[in-house]
């Protein structure tokens, strides 16, 4: 059995610190900032149980313990003296902020009785806490939210002085404030109404998950299933981080959890460094895409939209599946072009001994499917039951193994409180970085709601554009990465979502083409995922490349050329929404649009690999991209060449396709024959 359950943990905690330049406290100030931890966890936990508070107020409790965490737990310089221990500005700032931010609950009533008049003392402490936001923004997130945030303030007061096409009568600071900071249309608006509501709880049942030792259980499984095929630790690699990003919603996260383990196994059976971290980055970045959690965006989408978070991630299933089943088969070509072998047999732990000694983790598991899918109960029950199965799983645990291994268990009851708490306040922390960044992405929401910009956006948008919807999807992916490149997922999200997906609706109904809202929220969604490892920022990749001993921006580039897959899935289902489960009610034809979606994302994977059962040269290349279209989208070819059903183009790719493989099989089979005689 596989066990560096304690270093692993090390390795993990310490990469994230560095990753986000997190203090390491001692002493009474780690106990504090400990007991902030918990104690929003614990807050978080009574709203979604037995405590009923209205969501403003809920949504200012909330980012009043980001604030006070973010003060303490990040310095104002990464490379700061003050990263050993918490200076006295850092504390004031913490309390100062957490003031800004309840005096909304202070003067809950008199703020209602005037409504759009505020008072010099309101905009005053408004302002204070909207420069408190962007400030722990900056310290937990980086420059670019804050900028970003701060450039969107900036055009709420210059609109006057603006170019034409975008230019506005301009509001003043009491107006601006009154809107981002006194009402709930800016700071405290729907993305920080869903960070309070439904994602703490998530993020806080994967850390929990983690603390318990689930994530080292997915990856024995994952190594004892996988491990002894061709390229085996690859696809462990995969495997275990879809499961981790299942419950985890962090790439970052995903990459140095499950890559501390799996990127010395790749390297062990003959993948470069290179590879074998850009494997680990596709699929912790791939993590995302995968229900339930989704990065948090899931139930953003759903709040935005007005659906209920089934649609989400009923429409978000097959892409995700298909992005991952490709990924297995990208890790399958690498190995067959490197002539790899899987692991020696007797470094693999056998698969039905791993899987029951950790069989209790899948019980909460379980139980959150369950309540979603099937009980059909909310997220927030859903989430808060699975999380009280997992906390009676953790405390059964410890005394259990206790007995079986004839150790006390008095001992054993402590270490399982002791791995709550410590979950209560991982989850604490690591919820930080997406409620700030939620709140200053509300200012962005603000200004949009404030000003109509985006009215403007759709001006702008289509002058660029000339009207061509494919220009327009382009420009706005290639937006969506740049702008990924410094921001959070969720945030990226946030203010392209708001900015252009409403954009691409209306031009392309313009131009007689409908979408569906939701296809271009994910579409927006996705792009913002490939920033993690886009270069030359990547933050996946320096993660990944830190554990392998590569060249992060190599390890950069090859995960990009492996993610490429990701990037064709938005494009396709924009024109094809079948692919989403649009106006998809049969199962059996669902079935039968994740088997096509599959097997184009395959053809599309030998195309740029230039590989399938042996090397293929660019003729067979080009044959392989028609037939990722006549697979994953045969409306487009069947737009251009009409038939009398669009499915006799994918019967027909799968003819080829076909063809092709048993052409390569049986040439290797002649050359092999030969080589004997």
């Known amino acids: 059995m596989i066990n560096h359950t304690h270093g692993r943990q090390d390795a993990v905690e310490s990469a994230l610190e560095v990753e986000a330049g997190r203090r390491h406290t001692h002493g009474p100030a780690k106990w504090t900032l400990a007991a902030l931890c918990v104690g929003w966890s614990l807050f978080q936990l009574s709203v979604a149980s037995f405590v009923t508070l209205d969501a403003w107020r809920a949504r200012v409790i909330h980012i009043a313990f980001a604030l006070a965490i973010a003060y303490l737990a990040f310095p104002a310089k990464k490379k700061s003296k003050a990263i050993d221990y918490i200076p006295w500005y850092d504390w004031l700032l913490a309390f100062a902020s957490v003031l800004s931010v ?28 909207v420069a408190f936001i962007m400030e ?31 230019e506005h009568r301009g509001y003043s600071i009491r107006r601006i404030v009154d809107h981002q900071f006194l009402t709930t249309e800016g700071i405290f608006g729907v993305p920080l109404g869903v960070s309070a509501a439904f994602v703490f709880l998530f993020v806080l049942f994967g850390s929990m998950l983690e603390k318990a030792g689930a994530g080292q259980y997915f990856i024995n499984v994952s190594f004892s299933l996988l491990g002894r095929f061709r390229g085996g630790p690859a696809k462990a690699a995969i495997l275990s981080s879809g499961l981790t990003g299942m419950v985890n919603g962090s790439s970052v996260a995903n990459t140095v959890t499950t890559g501390t383990f799996t990127i010395p196994l790749m390297k062990k059976v003959g993948y470069p460094a290179e590879k074998a971290g850009a494997i680990e980055v596709a699929a912790s970045t791939d993590g995302q895409l995968m229900p339930p959690i989704m990065g948090a965006a899931a139930f953003i989408i759903a709040e935005f939209l007005g659906i209920t978070y089934l649609d989400v991630v009923r429409a978000a299933i097959i892409p995700a599946l298909a992005s991952y089943l490709t990924l297995f088969y990208i890790s399958h070509l690498e190995a067959l072009k490197l002539g790899l072998k899987g692991s020696p047999p007797d470094e693999i732990p056998r698969f039905w001994p791993t899987l029951l000694r950790g069989s209790h983790f899948l019980i909460p598991v379980a139980a959150l499917v369950i309540s979603l899918l099937i009980l059909k109960q909310s997220p927030v029950a859903s989430a808060f039951n699975a999380i009280v199965i997992l906390m009676g799983v953790m405390v059964i645990q410890s005394p259990l193994n206790a007995m079986i291994s004839k150790q006390p268990v008095g001992p054993a009851f402590l270490d399982a409180f002791t791995d709550i708490y410590h979950g209560l306040e991982s989850g604490a922390r690591n919820m930080v970085a997406i409620a700030v960044a939620t709140a200053a992405a509300g200012i962005i929401v603000g200004t949009v709601t404030l000003t109509g910009l985006g009215l403007r956006v759709v001006e702008v948008v289509e002058a660029i554009s000339m009207g061509s919807l494919p220009l327009m999807l382009f420009i706005t992916a290639i937006a969506c990465l740049m702008l990924g490149m410094g921001l959070p997922t969720t945030a990226t999200y946030i203010v392209m979502a708001t900015l252009t997906a409403p954009v691409i609706v209306t031009l392309a109904g313009d131009s007689g083409v409908m979408i569906p809202l939701l296809a271009v929220h994910l579409f927006v969604f996705y792009f913002g995922i490939l920033a993690d ?3 030359p920022v990547g933050l996946c990749a320096y993660a990944a490349a830190g554990i392998s001993g590569a060249d992060p921006v190599k390890t950069g580039i090859q995960s990009f050329t492996y993610d490429i897959r990701v990037a064709l899935l938005p494009f396709m289902f924009i024109y094809n929404n079948e692919i989403l489960l649009i106006g998809v009610e049969n199962f059996w034809y ?16 030998s195309a740029i690999q230039g590989y399938a059962i042996s090397k293929i040269g660019w003729p067979t290349r080009v044959i392989m991209l028609v037939i990722t279209i006549a697979l994953i989208n045969p409306y487009l070819l069947n737009a251009v060449i009409k038939l009398p059903s669009e499915k006799i183009y994918a019967a027909a790719g799968y003819l080829v396709y076909a063809a092709i493989l048993l052409w390569q099989w049986r040439s290797i089979r002649g050359k092999s024959e030969i080589l004997e005689r």
């Open 102 to 129: 309840m005096y909304i609950i202070f003067d809950f009533q008199g703020l209602h009785q005037r409504p759009g008049i505020p008072l010099t003392r309101d905009i005053i402490i408004g302002l204070l806490g």
């Open 136 to 166: 722990a923004s900056r310290r937990s997130l980086g420059l670019a939210l804050t900028v970003v945030a701060g450039a969107f303030l900036a055009y709420s007061m210059l609109g006057p002085y603006l170019p034409e096409i975008i």
């Open 533 to 535: 490892d886009t270069p």
């Open 590 to 605: 669902g079935l039968f649009v994740l088997i096509s979606t599959v097997g184009g994302m395959y053809a599309f994977a």
